[in-house]
């Protein structure tokens, strides 16, 4: 099978449009990352930054990054349309995530919640027009190199905010939260989170910092361990390292529990996909298991003590979503709406949720079993559809992608990763990017 060009190699044309596509919409996500944290329905919240210090320090309102992301998409939409066409992926493929959010807008006009809705419904479109951009225009331009890049300058920045907080820093920025005006209308459950002493960086809360390495960390370590060979092989090994044991701090900082666990898996992948023998194979990924294990069972022993109420929680909060799916099978109660399901279907013991906690069962309860099956079905369609053509080959950004998109859909069973635009947008932008890479190529 003919695998795809790497696509950290060499341009065989000029592409300035293109090159300046990717710089732009590298900056976007790259930025996103940094200031986009915030769950859409949270963003009422978050006041437009008035000084210099306050920009730099405090997150953005999302209507920035929707404002930015227009022009992005209509540039992109106009380098598409210059640039030379590929292989197309299966119809399906491209016509499930225009299902789900035709879906999605039809359940709008049923909601119950229309605050909700008008918050939610922009953050849906939006990622299904990253997909597009990544299937459409990121596959096709001739040198992305600069796209790679400041994502993994985003990604570094998500980093350094972490050791920043985890060695000193985020005693300020609690005070920092806790002194802003309106800090007395955040909700109850996120302001006893940022009590703790686990690390967020530049995210809404640990377990979506854990989704943003998860995701990440693969594509970056493997970016830097490019960029690293013009000053030879040591450096490029020093700054793959690098990355990866500073997102392992980072993760383990976070606190993440499930986090943690899909590490652990996606580990055990990269070993069962590995050229070394099958006993030493079996023998690494015997070792990890048991390392990791036993690892995790010291780490949060006085939680599992205490009964894991996270995860009794979100047991609550999924068997809300069931009911309220099947109370409305076929439109469901309207995007983002799910908080207004809760309310009435809650224990009376258990806190307030603005989410499920489960991307996929927050499409059943938001919009019906169509929804959630359109979503499924796109999602994990793509992600095997890809594991078919590529048997576990590919370049080693693909492969980097690929583990990474693994991760990170993987967490949306537990965690509300869809409603995030700082780690949502480069999902759905890396996944459409990779589904072009193999659709350009032969079956096995």
């Not at 300046?20 to 996103?32: E, K, N, P, S, Y």
């Not at 951009?133 to 890049?149: K, N, Q, T």
């Not at 007395?184 to 006893?192: C, N, T, W």
């Not at 390392?291 to 995790?296: E, I, Q």
Request: hydrophobic share 50%; proline share 7%.
């Amino acid at each position: 099978m003919r695998r795809p060009t790497p696509i950290p190699s060499a341009p065989t044309t000029s592409d300035p449009a293109g090159t300046a596509f990717a710089c732009i919409f590298g900056l976007l996500l790259g930025v996103g990352l940094l200031k986009f944290g915030n769950p859409v329905l949270l963003d009422r919240l978050v006041d437009m930054p008035r000084t210099l210090d306050e920009w730099r320090a405090f997150a953005w309102p999302l209507r920035l990054a929707f404002l930015a992301l227009v022009p992005v998409a209509f540039f992109g939409l106009w380098v598409g349309l210059r640039l030379p066409s590929r292989p197309v992926a299966p119809r399906l493929l491209l016509a499930l995530p225009l299902v789900w959010l035709a879906w999605q807008t039809l359940a709008a006009s049923q909601t119950i919640d229309p605050a909700a809705t008008r918050s939610v419904l922009p953050q849906l479109g939006a990622t299904v027009v990253c997909f597009f951009l990544g299937y459409g225009v990121l596959s096709r331009v001739a040198e992305p190199r600069v796209f790679w890049l400041c994502l993994t300058f985003g990604l570094v920045g998500v980093l350094g905010m972490a050791f920043e907080q985890r060695f000193g820093g985020l005693e300020a920025t609690r005070r920092m939260i806790l002194e802003q005006p309106n800090a007395a209308a955040l909700p109850p459950e996120y302001l006893a989170r940022i009590q703790s002493d686990r690390v967020f960086s530049t995210l809404v809360y640990p377990n979506a910092l854990a989704g943003a390495l998860l995701l990440l960390v693969p594509v970056g370590a493997t970016v830097a361990w490019h960029f690293g060979h013009r000053w030879g092989q040591p450096a490029a090994r020093a700054l793959g390292a690098g990355v990866i044991l500073a997102g392992i701090a980072a993760l383990i900082w976070s606190g993440s529990k499930a986090g943690w666990l899909i590490a652990m898996g996606l580990g055990v992948v990269i070993l069962c996909h590995s050229s070394l023998s099958q006993r030493f194979k079996l023998t690494l990924v015997v070792g990890l298991m048991v390392t990791g294990l036993a690892g995790f069972a010291w780490a949060y022993a006085e939680k599992l003590r205490g009964g894991a109420t996270s995860v009794a929680a979100r047991f609550d909060y999924w068997e809300a979503a069931l009911e309220g799916a099947v109370e409305r099978p076929l439109v469901g109660h309207g995007p983002g709406a799910f908080k207004r399901v809760y309310s009435r279907l809650k224990r009376p013991e258990s806190e307030m949720a603005q989410l499920a906690h489960n991307d996929y069962l927050q499409q059943a309860t938001d919009s019906g079993w169509p929804g959630f099956l359109a979503y499924l079905g796109w999602i994990w369609g793509v992600i095997g559809y890809i594991y078919r053509k590529s048997s576990g080959n590919g370049t080693p950004i693909e492969r980097a992608v690929g583990l990474g998109l693994l991760g990170w859909f993987t967490q949306g069973w537990v965690e509300f990763g869809l409603y995030l635009p700082a780690t949502a947008w480069c999902a759905f932008t890396l996944l459409g990017w990779l589904l072009a890479q193999w659709s350009s190529t032969r079956p096995p």
